[in-house]
T-cell receptor, first 115, second 115 residues
Framework: GNSVTQMEGPVTLSEEAFLTINCTYT??????LFWYVQYPGEGLQLLLK?????DKGSNKGFEATYRKETTSFHLEKGSVQVSDSAVYFC??????????????FGKGTLLTVNP | DVKVTQSSRYLVKRTGEKVFLECVQDMDHENMFWYRQDPGLGLRLIYF???????EKGDIPEGYSVSREKKERFSLILESASTNQTSMYLC??????????????FGDGTRLSIL
């Protein structure tokens, strides 16, 4: 079956530090990959996505590249801000089966950025 | 922007009660989803629906049912609430066209406590 493994948190950084949150996946077929962010007290918001190998998704200074050879989709940001404090979820959508609209989520990584 | 509205942010019910959680989306999306979110477990899919009156079980459907009588509304029903159903419940919707590339749009969640 499909699965997503992301680094366990919590991750605590100082403002302007470099961020990497690792995400690897197992899937049949050719999945689409997503990063979602959940700010305190809110639902999940799509942060970025990539739909095929070597695609790079980017938004709000965050980037992630779809690496088929390493089955990875690591999230990076060059300089984090306090406002980036949130829980980040890696997810995949697999188009190989009948239930091809479902997302499989990682367990989430809590990021705290201190001023 | 897509808006997914969940009827309650916080809800407290008693063991054995029948509980209804309501979700409405305003973008004519075909797919709708119910998840529960628990610390250390991430998001787990309870049920989803890809059309009016159509539904499919997710990964943890036991103790839940759903109803989709109109395209914009997807209800989650706890037939006889139990304390282990205390959780954060998230509703989401997505377009059918474009397949797995379509992101899901989430509501702000309902934090349900069963006493």
């Amino acid at each position: 079956g499909n699965s997503v493994t992301q680094m366990e948190g919590p991750v605590t950084l100082s403002e302007e530090a470099f961020l990497t949150i690792n995400c690897t996946y197992t899937a049949t077929g050719y999945p689409s990959l997503f990063w979602y962010v959940q700010y305190p007290g809110e639902g999940l918001q799509l942060l970025l996505k990539a739909t095929k190998a070597d695609d790079k998704g980017s938004n709000k200074g965050f980037e992630a590249t779809y690496r088929k050879e390493t089955t990875s989709f690591h999230l990076e940001k060059g300089s984090v801000q306090v406002s980036d404090s949130a829980v980040y979820f890696c997810a995949l959508s697999d188009n190989s089966g009948g239930s091809n609209y479902k997302l499989t989520f990682g367990k989430g990584t809590l990021l705290t950025v201190n001023p | 922007d897509v808006k997914v509205t969940q009827s309650s942010r916080y809800l407290v019910k008693r063991t054995g009660e029948k509980v209804f959680l309501e979700c409405v989306q305003d973008m004519d999306h075909e797919n709708m989803f119910w998840y529960r979110q628990d610390p250390g477990l991430g998001l787990r899919l309870i049920y989803f629906s890809y059309d009016v009156k159509m539904k499919e079980k997710g990964d943890i459907p036991e103790g839940y049912s759903v109803s989709r009588e109109k395209k914009e509304r997807f209800s989650l029903i706890l037939e006889s609430a139990s304390t282990n159903q205390t959780s954060m419940y998230l509703c989401a919707s997505s377009l059918l066209s474009g397949g797995t590339n379509q992101p899901q749009h989430f509501g702000d969640g309902t934090r349900l406590s069963i006493l």
